[in-house]
């Protein structure tokens, strides 16, 4: 087995593993599998040539799985931050990815025209879960939930414009699956193994946006793509 199919299969058995045990109520195995999960991703990303923000995206997603094993409040804003700059990463990813792969005039045309119709519906998203959720938020927690919902949007915005039909649906998981910890964090009522939900979410999204960047080599965004988009754009 070669080592990109090892990685692969490690994390599978570890995302079984945590869900698993989150469906059958084994408290120990959740904190001892959430944390291997974007690592194995990540290096399995690195393995297949993925760029630097991806891999760089989803250790800031270890990061935040690492701070929300905590209940405490200063973990979840730093949890949350966390994740706030993997979202940063995949949005500069995504930027490149769009620079890099638009070519042609019909597949700039047809970019536009989903940029066009998808605006107001990720909009609305936004402003409907911010609107509603405000009033029950903890008074400290409302303005730092409501600047992570828009930068989590902006990203799952661009998967859908940017990246195509997978990593799209790879950020609209990631937009469910940080809904329902914010509806939680409200005192919500709440699904029946609602971590449960929430990982599944979470794991799916993460792999999906994994997946549909790399998933043709017309669509894989490379570091010399990256380089020259962000030489081109320095003042001077």
């Known amino acids: 087995m070669s080592r990109t199919r090892l990685l692969l299969a490690a994390f599978v058995l570890a995302a079984t593993a945590d869900l698993v045990s989150l469906a059958a109520g084994f408290g120990t195995g959740h904190p001892l599998a959430k944390p291997l999960l974007m690592p194995l991703l990540?290096?399995?990303?690195?393995?297949?040539?993925?760029?630097?923000?991806?891999?760089?995206?989803?250790?800031?997603?270890?990061g935040g799985d690492l701070l929300l094993l905590s209940d405490a409040e200063p973990?979840?804003?730093?949890?949350?931050?966390?994740?706030?700059?993997?979202?940063?990463?995949?949005?500069?990813?995504?930027?490149?990815?769009?620079a890099a792969s638009a070519a042609g005039d019909a597949r700039r045309t047809a970019a536009r025209a989903r940029g066009t119709h998808l605006t107001p519906v990720y909009a609305m998203v936004l402003l409907g879960t911010v609107a509603l959720l405000w009033p029950d938020l903890p008074a400290g927690l409302r303005v730092p939930v409501a600047g992570y919902s828009l930068l989590l949007t902006a990203m799952a915005y661009a998967a859908a414009t940017r990246a195509g039909l997978v990593a799209g649906i790879g950020g609209t998981l990631f937009l469910l699956s940080d809904t329902l910890i914010a509806t939680g964090v409200a005192d919500w009522p709440q699904p029946p193994l609602p971590d449960f939900w929430v990982m599944i979410t979470y794991i799916a999204a993460q792999f999906l946006?994994?997946?549909?960047?790399?998933?043709?080599?017309?669509?894989?965004?490379?570091?010399?793509?990256?380089?020259?988009?962000?030489?081109t754009s320095r003042p001077g």
């Open 75 to 98: 973990a979840f804003l730093a949890g949350m931050a966390s994740f706030a700059a993997g979202h940063v990463c995949y949005l500069a990813l995504f930027r490149a990815h769009g």
């Open 42 to 62: 990540a290096a399995y990303a690195a393995t297949r040539g993925a760029p630097r923000l991806l891999v760089a995206a989803l250790l800031c997603g270890w």
């Open 209 to 231: 946006l994994v997946r549909g960047t790399l998933a043709a080599p017309s669509k894989v965004v490379d570091m010399s793509a990256i380089d020259r988009l962000r030489f």
